[in-house]
Nanobody, 124 residues
Framework: QAQLVESGGGLVQAGGSLRLSCAAS????????MGWFRQAPGKEREFIAG????????RYADSVLGRFTISRDNAKSTVYLQMNALKPEDTAIYYC?????????????????WGQGTQVTVSS
């Protein structure tokens, strides 16, 4: 059974940084598109960043472009989300997800496996 486990969330002041990790088991991140999503209270889950399993290719939501960076360590089967210049509006639960798609897709329905989420809170 494939499993994704996020870690690295926490409380940070505006302008600060956090790095989220997503450790995959029974699943090779090199064979999947890996994505990060987030969901704030009262809002729908939204795509943040994604990285192709093979080759080169990343996509970002406009709201985080230039501030967040997604990366992958295939040897550790782990995906990271480096978050810089955090804003209070980045406060949400952040989820890692894996998709069998060939390209990075924004729609959560195309993702097959999900982690349990990690809370990120940015204070002003």
């Amino acid at each position: 059974q494939a499993q994704l486990v996020e870690s690295g969330g926490g409380l940070v002041q505006a302008g600060g940084s956090l790095r989220l990790s997503c450790a995959a088991s029974a699943l090779s991140v090199s064979n999947y598109v890996m994505g990060w999503f987030r969901q704030a209270p009262g809002k729908e889950r939204e795509f943040i960043a994604g990285i192709r399993g093979r080759g080169i290719g990343t996509r970002y939501a406009d709201s985080v472009l230039g501030r967040f960076t997604i990366s992958r360590d295939n040897a550790k089967s782990t995906v990271y989300l480096q978050m810089n210049a955090l804003k209070p509006e980045d406060t949400a639960i952040y989820y890692c997800a894996a998709s069998r798609a060939a390209v990075v897709l924004f729609d959560a329905k195309f993702y097959d496996y999900w982690g349990q989420g990690t809370q990120v809170t940015v204070s002003s």
